[in-house]
Every structure is written in structure tokens, then in C-alpha cells.
């Protein structure tokens, strides 16, 4: 089993819609949980980090089921600006990045 | 933009030879992390270097060395390249060690040939 798993994608999705990315993690220890985005040919940008309760960014919603080990991005009111590849960060005692969920956002 | 550096921006080398990739980490951040990431792959961490001390490794192959500097800016070395290394390198600084927020880089897109 891989030690962080996304689903690839595409996601295509029209705009104003909602959309979710889910990401599992195998190792129960973990501590430290991110989504980073990342544009086609640039570095990966922070989006925002994950806390054990749950947090909110704008349009943004993070979540973090430890009992199931996966942390979710919730996506609310797609913009065409939106589209990017999510990747999915966990950390113990080193940060292991999932392969990204290609998201399209479409007009 | 994150304030961490790398240079240089693309390189391409010949099989067999060798290549340094330079980062300067954000002002305050004293630890450096190396990642290669490969087309349609997310970020594979190399190394992580803290205060100048290499601090976790990934399963890459001792060619694959690093320094940090006293200033924590940070240099990646690989030896003996091969096709496979091919790849996007890239530099993230943090605040620390572990749980804490990297910053990256825009990255060194390194051709193998």
C-alpha cells in the first residue's frame, strides 16, 4: 500500500460547482497534514494546512478523519482559476506528497 | 513569491556527468528540503538538511549528496547522472524540521541526455 494515495483524476467540473479530493495515508503515527496546489510546470504552493478540527480557508474546507487515516478538500464555488493539481501532503518523520488530483474547472 | 531561490532554472547534462543545484531558503527558515519530481509524479523527497546537518533521507542512491551552509542557503549533488534523472528538483524551506509549512521553490528542471 502506498503511504499516501490520491485518485488522479481529472475532476472536471463546471463553475459554481462543489467538489471534494480525498487522499488516505497508511501510517497511523502521522502528525502533520497539507494540500499544496500546483500549477502545469510550476512548484507546489501551499494551500492551506489541516487540523484534527477541521478548518476553513474561504472557499476552501479541510478535513482530517484520523480514525480512517484520510484528510479531505472541500472546494466550494469552483472558479476557472481553481484549476490545478491538489497534492496531498502527509508528515511524520519525513513528508511523503501524494501524486496530485487533477482538477478542471470548466466555463 | 515564497523568498526561496534555486539556480539555476534549467540544465541539461550528458549520462555520467555530474550537477550542482543551488537553493537559498527564506530569511528565518533554517532547514532545506530536496525533492525530485518526475512528469505526471508528485514530489519525491530526496533530503532534508536542519542547521546544517543532513536530518532524513528518502530512498534515493548515495550519489544523490548535499550541503547546507551556515547562511542555510543549501546545494543538491548528483554524480554519475543517469537518463532517469530526468526531473524537476526541487527546494522547499521550512521553519524546522517536522509539521512545519515549506515553502518551495520555483525549481531546477534538470534534462538528462
Known amino acids: 500500500r502506498k503511504e499516501v494515495e490520491q485518485d488522479p483524476g481529472p475532476f472536471k467540473v463546471p463553475e459554481g460547482a462543489t467538489v471534494a479530493f480525498n487522499c488516505t495515508y497508511s501510517?497511523?503515527?502521522?502528525?502533520?497534514f497539507f494540500w499544496y496546489r500546483q500549477d502545469c510546470r510550476k512548484e507546489p504552493k501551499l494551500l492551506m494546512s489541516?487540523?484534527?478540527s477541521g478548518n476553513e480557508d474561504g472557499r476552501f474546507t479541510a478535513q482530517l478523519n484520523r480514525a480512517s487515516q484520510y484528510i479531505s478538500l472541500l472546494i466550494r464555488d469552483s472558479k476557472l482559476s481553481d484549476s490545478a493539481t491538489y497534492l496531498c501532503?502527509?508528515?511524520?518523520?519525513?513528508?511523503?506528497f501524494g501524486i496530485g488530483t487533477k482538477l478542471q474547472v470548466i466555463p | 513569491e515564497t523568498g526561496v531561490t534555486q539556480s539555476p532554472t534549467h540544465l541539461i547534462k550528458t549520462r555520467g556527468q555530474q550537477v550542482t543545484l543551488r537553493c537559498s531558503s527564506q530569511?528565518?527558515?533554517?532547514?532545506v528540503s530536496w525533492y525530485q519530481q518526475a512528469l505526471g509524479q508528485g514530489p519525491q523527497f530526496i533530503f532534508q538538511?536542519?542547521?546544517?546537518?543532513?536530518?532524513g533521507r528518502g530512498n534515493f542512491p548515495p550519489r544523490f549528496s548535499g550541503l547546507q551552509f551556515p547562511n542555510y542557503s543549501s546545494e543538491l549533488n548528483v554524480n554519475a547522472l543517469e537518463l532517469d534523472d530526468s526531473a524537476l528538483y526541487l527546494c522547499?524551506?521550512?521553519?524546522?524540521?517536522?509539521?512545519?509549512?515549506?515553502?518551495f521553490g520555483p525549481g531546477t528542471r534538470l534534462t538528462v541526455t
Open positions: 530569511s528565518g527558515h533554517n532547514t
Open positions: 522547499a524551506s521550512s521553519l524546522g524540521q517536522t509539521g512545519y509549512e515549506q515553502y
Open positions: 501510517n497511523s503515527a502521522s502528525q502533520s
Open positions: 501532503v502527509v508528515g511524520y518523520q519525513k513528508v511523503t
Open positions: 538538511y536542519y542547521r546544517e546537518e543532513e536530518n
Open positions: 489541516v487540523y484534527s
